[in-house]
Nanobody, 119 residues
Framework: QVQLVESGGGSVQAGGSLRLSCTAS????????MAWFRQAPGKEREEVAAMTSDGSTSVADSVKGRFTISKDNAKNTLYLQMNSLKPVDTAMYYC?????????????WGQGTQVTVSS
């Protein structure tokens, strides 16, 4: 059974930092594309950052220079380092793992971790 478990969310003030973790079980993270998504109330889901199985990364323009995605294959864990947080970053953050030749919607998803940034 495949599971993705996110952790590290919480409440911080603007300008603060958080590091999200997503630990996978039942799959080898090294063989999957993995990504962080977020969704704020009343807004569409947004891809925040992604990493291919060969280590290539991409980040959304809205978080470029502030967020960094990384992965520890030995720990089967994906990370999202979030610095200089802004109130607009407030959302539920989800981790996804998917074969790189399919859309993330058809992969595995975690339950999410809430990030709240206050001004």
């Amino acid at each position: 059974q495949v599971q993705l478990v996110e952790s590290g969310g919480g409440s911080v003030q603007a300008g603060g930092s958080l590091r999200l973790s997503c630990t996978a079980s039942g799959i080898a993270a090294s063989s999957y594309c993995m990504a962080w998504f977020r969704q704020a109330p009343g807004k569409e889901r947004e891809e925040v950052a992604a990493m291919t199985s060969d280590g290539s990364t991409s980040v959304a323009d809205s978080v470029k220079g502030r967020f960094t995605i990384s992965k520890d294959n030995a720990k089967n864990t994906l990370y999202l380092q979030m610095n200089s947080l802004k109130p607009v970053d407030t959302a539920m953050y989800y981790c996804a793992a998917y074969r790189c030749y399919i859309r993330p919607d058809f992969g595995y998803w975690g339950q999410g971790t809430q990030v709240t940034v206050s001004s």
